[in-house]
């Protein structure tokens, strides 16, 4: 089985997030920051090129329990076409809170946001909130 791509890097999320195209989106990325800081009280990490992830929880798909890793408590990619915000629906109080967020849509594993004002900013930082009280996922079997 192949190392995954999505891990920890040095890389600095500063320059990532003031290097993000189209201005509106580095805008909003640089918005987001400051809002997961404040929500986690942790310092960002550059996962891969392109998330910016608070926190790493162990993870072990349901799907093939051989599968797992480590991947962000939560956190975002202020890519071109859209923010994507990862972790916030993750849990059951989250998946539950996401109607009141206001406008987005849903991938595999993340919202999508066209712009920030599109959402309800104390709905998204009770959503950080909750992937930030996230634990590893339990052994198969426990």
Not at 15 to 41: C, K, M, Q, S, Y
Request: glycine share 10%; hydrophobic share 35%.
């Amino acid at each position: 089985m192949g190392e995954p791509k999505t891990v920890p890097t040095d890389a600095s999320v500063d320059d990532f997030l003031h290097a993000a195209t189209p201005a509106r989106r580095r805008e909003d990325g640089l918005r987001l920051a400051g809002i997961f800081r404040e929500v986690t009280g942790a310092d960002p990490v550059l996962w891969g090129p392109s998330i910016v992830g608070y926190g790493s929880y162990r993870y072990v798909s349901p799907a093939n329990p051989r599968t797992r890793g480590e991947w962000p408590k939560t956190g975002f990619s202020p890519r071109k076409a859209q923010l994507s915000l990862y972790g916030l629906k993750d849990l059951p109080e989250g998946a539950a809170l996401l109607p009141s967020l206001g406008t987005y849509t849903e991938g595999a594993g993340c919202i999508y946001v066209r712009k920030l004002d599109d959402v309800d900013l104390d709905v998204l930082r009770r959503l950080i909130a909750i992937a930030w009280s996230r634990a590893d996922d339990p052994e198969p079997g426990s």
